[in-house]
Protein backbone atom coordinates (compact mmCIF):
# COMPACT_ATOMS: atom_id res chain seq x y z
CA UNK A 1 0.00 0.00 0.00
CA UNK A 2 3.03 2.36 1.15
CA UNK A 3 4.60 1.50 -2.31
CA UNK A 4 1.59 2.59 -4.23
CA UNK A 5 1.02 5.96 -2.44
CA UNK A 6 4.72 6.95 -3.02
CA UNK A 7 4.26 5.88 -6.62
CA UNK A 8 0.84 7.49 -7.66
CA UNK A 9 1.95 10.25 -5.64
CA UNK A 10 2.26 12.82 -8.17
CA UNK A 11 -0.40 11.33 -10.97
CA UNK A 12 -2.62 11.62 -8.25
CA UNK A 13 -1.98 15.02 -7.41
CA UNK A 14 -1.81 16.02 -11.09
CA UNK A 15 -5.70 14.64 -11.36
CA UNK A 16 -6.98 17.03 -8.87
CA UNK A 17 -5.42 19.68 -10.87
CA UNK A 18 -7.34 18.45 -13.83
CA UNK A 19 -10.31 17.83 -12.20
CA UNK A 20 -10.30 20.63 -10.34
CA UNK A 21 -10.49 23.02 -13.45
CA UNK A 22 -12.26 20.65 -16.03
CA UNK A 23 -15.31 19.89 -14.52
CA UNK A 24 -16.02 23.67 -14.28
CA UNK A 25 -15.27 24.15 -17.83
CA UNK A 26 -17.70 21.02 -18.59
CA UNK A 27 -20.26 22.43 -17.32
CA UNK A 28 -20.12 25.44 -19.64
CA UNK A 29 -19.20 23.21 -22.73
CA UNK A 30 -22.65 20.89 -21.84
CA UNK A 31 -24.61 24.30 -21.26
CA UNK A 32 -23.23 25.64 -24.88
CA UNK A 33 -24.41 21.97 -26.31
CA UNK A 34 -21.41 22.07 -28.29
CA UNK A 35 -20.22 19.02 -26.52
CA UNK A 36 -17.42 17.96 -28.92
CA UNK A 37 -15.48 21.07 -28.61
CA UNK A 38 -13.21 20.17 -25.83
CA UNK A 39 -12.42 16.78 -28.29
CA UNK A 40 -12.02 19.03 -31.06
CA UNK A 41 -9.94 21.45 -29.49
CA UNK A 42 -7.78 18.49 -27.56
CA UNK A 43 -6.94 16.79 -30.71
CA UNK A 44 -5.65 20.27 -32.39
CA UNK A 45 -3.67 20.62 -29.44
CA UNK A 46 -2.05 17.15 -29.75
CA UNK A 47 -1.67 17.69 -33.48
CA UNK A 48 -0.04 20.66 -32.45
CA UNK A 49 2.42 18.54 -30.53
CA UNK A 50 2.86 16.50 -33.41
CA UNK A 51 4.19 18.90 -35.71
CA UNK A 52 6.29 20.22 -33.11
CA UNK A 53 7.92 16.54 -32.28
CA UNK A 54 8.46 16.17 -36.20
CA UNK A 55 10.26 19.40 -35.85
CA UNK A 56 12.34 17.71 -33.29
CA UNK A 57 10.68 18.94 -30.41
CA UNK A 58 9.89 16.29 -28.03
CA UNK A 59 6.75 16.11 -25.43
CA UNK A 60 7.36 18.31 -22.26
CA UNK A 61 9.58 20.71 -24.07
CA UNK A 62 8.91 24.31 -24.54
CA UNK A 63 8.85 23.91 -28.35
CA UNK A 64 6.38 21.45 -28.29
CA UNK A 65 3.69 23.58 -25.35
CA UNK A 66 4.24 26.52 -28.05
CA UNK A 67 3.39 24.55 -31.02
CA UNK A 68 0.61 22.55 -29.22
CA UNK A 69 -0.69 26.03 -28.03
CA UNK A 70 -0.61 28.10 -31.39
CA UNK A 71 -2.68 25.04 -32.48
CA UNK A 72 -5.34 25.03 -29.51
CA UNK A 73 -5.36 29.03 -30.97
CA UNK A 74 -6.25 28.94 -34.06
CA UNK A 75 -9.31 26.21 -32.69
CA UNK A 76 -10.51 28.91 -30.41
CA UNK A 77 -10.60 31.01 -33.05
CA UNK A 78 -12.39 29.23 -35.43
CA UNK A 79 -15.03 27.82 -32.80
CA UNK A 80 -15.67 31.41 -31.92
CA UNK A 81 -16.19 32.93 -35.40
CA UNK A 82 -18.37 29.75 -36.20
CA UNK A 83 -21.46 31.20 -33.40
CA UNK A 84 -23.80 32.66 -35.40
CA UNK A 85 -27.13 34.18 -34.38
CA UNK A 86 -29.27 32.04 -37.08
CA UNK A 87 -27.09 28.60 -37.70
CA UNK A 88 -26.99 27.78 -41.21
CA UNK A 89 -24.72 24.80 -40.33
CA UNK A 90 -25.17 23.55 -36.56
CA UNK A 91 -22.08 24.45 -35.06
CA UNK A 92 -21.64 21.56 -33.70
CA UNK A 93 -21.56 20.13 -37.52
CA UNK A 94 -18.29 22.43 -37.83
CA UNK A 95 -16.89 21.08 -34.89
CA UNK A 96 -17.12 17.49 -35.51
CA UNK A 97 -15.53 18.15 -39.25
CA UNK A 98 -12.62 19.90 -36.92
CA UNK A 99 -12.22 17.22 -34.97
CA UNK A 100 -11.69 14.52 -38.03
CA UNK A 101 -9.72 16.98 -40.36
CA UNK A 102 -7.15 17.73 -37.21
CA UNK A 103 -7.18 13.72 -36.55
CA UNK A 104 -5.92 13.05 -40.38
CA UNK A 105 -3.56 15.80 -40.45
CA UNK A 106 -2.04 14.54 -37.29
CA UNK A 107 -1.78 10.88 -38.55
CA UNK A 108 -0.49 12.36 -42.47
CA UNK A 109 2.24 14.48 -40.25
CA UNK A 110 3.53 11.85 -38.04
CA UNK A 111 3.83 9.32 -40.74
CA UNK A 112 7.06 11.78 -41.90
CA UNK A 113 8.53 11.68 -38.66
CA UNK A 114 10.23 7.59 -37.01
CA UNK A 115 8.13 6.62 -33.92
CA UNK A 116 5.20 8.37 -35.09
CA UNK A 117 3.18 5.87 -34.72
CA UNK A 118 4.15 5.88 -30.72
CA UNK A 119 3.87 9.88 -30.31
CA UNK A 120 0.22 9.74 -31.70
CA UNK A 121 -0.56 6.48 -29.42
CA UNK A 122 1.06 8.93 -26.16
CA UNK A 123 -1.20 11.83 -27.66
CA UNK A 124 -4.02 9.43 -26.97
CA UNK A 125 -3.62 7.85 -23.74
CA UNK A 126 -0.97 10.33 -21.98
CA UNK A 127 1.86 10.15 -19.79
CA UNK A 128 0.50 10.68 -16.62
CA UNK A 129 2.34 7.78 -14.94
CA UNK A 130 5.73 9.69 -15.50
CA UNK A 131 4.33 13.02 -14.63
CA UNK A 132 6.58 15.10 -12.08
CA UNK A 133 6.01 17.02 -9.22
CA UNK A 134 7.37 20.74 -11.03
CA UNK A 135 4.75 19.99 -14.04
CA UNK A 136 1.46 19.47 -11.24
CA UNK A 137 3.32 23.32 -9.63
CA UNK A 138 3.01 24.72 -13.10
CA UNK A 139 -0.20 23.39 -14.09
CA UNK A 140 -1.79 24.56 -10.85
CA UNK A 141 -0.38 28.05 -11.18
CA UNK A 142 -1.80 27.83 -14.83
CA UNK A 143 -4.72 26.81 -14.09
CA UNK A 144 -5.58 28.82 -11.25
CA UNK A 145 -4.93 31.82 -12.80
CA UNK A 146 -7.36 30.48 -15.78
CA UNK A 147 -9.84 30.19 -12.74
CA UNK A 148 -9.76 33.82 -11.22
CA UNK A 149 -9.96 35.16 -14.39
CA UNK A 150 -13.60 33.05 -15.27
CA UNK A 151 -14.33 33.85 -11.89
CA UNK A 152 -13.85 37.34 -12.46
CA UNK A 153 -15.76 37.29 -15.82
CA UNK A 154 -18.11 34.56 -14.30
CA UNK A 155 -21.88 36.56 -14.95
CA UNK A 156 -20.71 36.75 -18.69
CA UNK A 157 -19.50 33.59 -19.39
CA UNK A 158 -22.29 31.87 -17.45
CA UNK A 159 -24.93 34.39 -19.37
CA UNK A 160 -23.27 33.08 -22.94
CA UNK A 161 -23.39 29.50 -22.38
CA UNK A 162 -27.18 29.47 -20.57
CA UNK A 163 -29.18 32.28 -22.76
CA UNK A 164 -26.67 33.54 -25.30
CA UNK A 165 -29.78 35.17 -27.46
CA UNK A 166 -30.39 37.23 -24.38
CA UNK A 167 -26.46 37.76 -24.93
CA UNK A 168 -27.15 38.98 -27.89
CA UNK A 169 -30.31 40.69 -27.00
CA UNK A 170 -28.19 42.86 -24.62
CA UNK A 171 -25.92 43.86 -27.22
CA UNK A 172 -22.71 42.07 -26.14
CA UNK A 173 -19.87 40.96 -28.29
CA UNK A 174 -20.59 37.69 -28.35
CA UNK A 175 -17.89 35.98 -30.60
CA UNK A 176 -15.44 38.46 -28.69
CA UNK A 177 -16.06 36.74 -25.45
CA UNK A 178 -16.75 33.34 -26.76
CA UNK A 179 -12.77 33.99 -28.55
CA UNK A 180 -11.59 34.65 -24.77
CA UNK A 181 -13.61 31.97 -23.29
CA UNK A 182 -12.21 29.45 -26.23
CA UNK A 183 -9.14 30.71 -25.76
CA UNK A 184 -8.62 30.35 -22.18
CA UNK A 185 -10.06 26.88 -23.09
CA UNK A 186 -6.96 26.23 -25.14
CA UNK A 187 -4.39 27.07 -22.83
CA UNK A 188 -6.14 24.61 -20.26
CA UNK A 189 -6.21 22.50 -22.92
CA UNK A 190 -2.81 22.43 -24.49
CA UNK A 191 -1.09 21.87 -20.94
CA UNK A 192 -3.99 19.21 -20.08
CA UNK A 193 -3.32 17.36 -23.22
CA UNK A 194 0.54 16.78 -22.09
CA UNK A 195 -0.30 15.28 -19.31
CA UNK A 196 -3.98 12.94 -19.66
CA UNK A 197 -3.79 12.86 -23.47
CA UNK A 198 -6.92 13.67 -25.46
CA UNK A 199 -9.24 10.37 -24.05
CA UNK A 200 -8.57 11.41 -20.44
CA UNK A 201 -9.08 15.46 -21.22
CA UNK A 202 -12.27 14.66 -22.81
CA UNK A 203 -13.84 12.23 -19.83
CA UNK A 204 -12.52 14.66 -17.32
CA UNK A 205 -14.41 17.46 -19.22
CA UNK A 206 -17.43 15.81 -19.75
CA UNK A 207 -18.55 12.76 -17.24
CA UNK A 208 -18.37 14.52 -13.91
CA UNK A 209 -20.60 17.43 -15.66
CA UNK A 210 -23.20 15.18 -17.05
CA UNK A 211 -23.12 13.74 -13.55
CA UNK A 212 -23.30 16.75 -11.86
CA UNK A 213 -25.79 18.07 -14.23
CA UNK A 214 -27.84 15.08 -13.56
CA UNK A 215 -28.81 16.03 -9.89
CA UNK A 216 -28.36 19.48 -9.27
CA UNK A 217 -29.66 22.74 -11.08
CA UNK A 218 -26.67 26.06 -9.64
CA UNK A 219 -23.54 26.19 -10.43
CA UNK A 220 -21.91 25.55 -7.20
CA UNK A 221 -23.47 22.21 -5.85
CA UNK A 222 -22.67 21.15 -9.99
CA UNK A 223 -19.38 21.87 -9.17
CA UNK A 224 -19.04 20.38 -6.01
CA UNK A 225 -20.62 17.24 -7.44
CA UNK A 226 -18.03 17.06 -10.17
CA UNK A 227 -15.43 17.51 -8.51
CA UNK A 228 -16.24 14.46 -6.17
CA UNK A 229 -16.75 12.05 -8.54
CA UNK A 230 -13.58 13.55 -10.83
CA UNK A 231 -11.33 12.50 -7.47
CA UNK A 232 -13.18 9.23 -6.86
CA UNK A 233 -13.09 8.11 -10.60
CA UNK A 234 -9.28 9.28 -10.45
CA UNK A 235 -8.33 7.25 -7.15
CA UNK A 236 -10.41 4.28 -8.13
CA UNK A 237 -8.14 4.28 -12.04
CA UNK A 238 -5.31 4.50 -10.08
CA UNK A 239 -5.88 1.90 -7.78
CA UNK A 240 -6.96 -0.33 -10.86
CA UNK A 241 -4.32 0.96 -13.26
CA UNK A 242 -1.35 -0.04 -10.24
CA UNK A 243 -2.77 -3.16 -8.98
CA UNK A 244 -3.76 -4.83 -12.46
CA UNK A 245 -1.20 -3.21 -14.74
CA UNK A 246 -3.68 -0.98 -17.01
CA UNK A 247 -2.43 1.82 -18.61
CA UNK A 248 -3.48 4.88 -16.07
CA UNK A 249 -5.36 7.66 -18.70
CA UNK A 250 -7.62 4.79 -20.01
CA UNK A 251 -8.47 2.82 -16.89
CA UNK A 252 -9.54 6.54 -15.20
CA UNK A 253 -11.65 7.07 -18.32
CA UNK A 254 -13.06 3.51 -18.36
CA UNK A 255 -14.18 4.05 -14.28
CA UNK A 256 -15.27 7.51 -14.95
CA UNK A 257 -17.75 5.72 -17.77
CA UNK A 258 -18.72 2.94 -15.39
CA UNK A 259 -19.50 6.08 -12.91
CA UNK A 260 -22.20 7.69 -14.98
CA UNK A 261 -23.73 4.37 -15.64
CA UNK A 262 -24.52 4.18 -12.26
CA UNK A 263 -25.53 7.61 -11.94
CA UNK A 264 -27.77 7.78 -14.93
CA UNK A 265 -29.44 4.52 -13.50
CA UNK A 266 -29.96 6.30 -10.27
CA UNK A 267 -31.45 9.12 -11.55
CA UNK A 268 -33.52 7.66 -13.55
CA UNK A 269 -34.87 5.31 -10.66
CA UNK A 270 -35.07 8.82 -8.11
CA UNK A 271 -37.59 10.31 -11.11
CA UNK A 272 -39.99 7.48 -10.52
CA UNK A 273 -39.90 7.66 -6.96
CA UNK A 274 -40.60 11.14 -7.54
CA UNK A 275 -43.23 10.23 -9.58
CA UNK A 276 -45.21 7.79 -8.17
CA UNK A 277 -44.98 9.63 -4.38
CA UNK A 278 -48.37 11.48 -4.20
Known amino acids: MSEMLGFMAAPFAACLVLVGIHAYFGVHIIERR ?10 FAALGAVVGFVLGHHGGEVGSTLYSMGFAFLAAAFFALSRERKERIPQEALIGIAFVVASALAIVVADRAPEGAEHIKETLSGSLLWVTW ?61 IGGVLMVFAYLVIPACIAILFAERMLPRLLIGWSV ?40 LQGTEAASP
Do not use: C, K, N
Open 34 to 43: VLFVDLAVAQ
Open 134 to 194: PTVLEDLAIYSAVGAGHWLLRRRFLLISRDPVEAWRRGWWVRGWDFLFYLSFGVIITFSVE
Open 230 to 269: GVAGSALGLGISFHWDFPTGPAIVVVLGAMLGVAWMLAIF
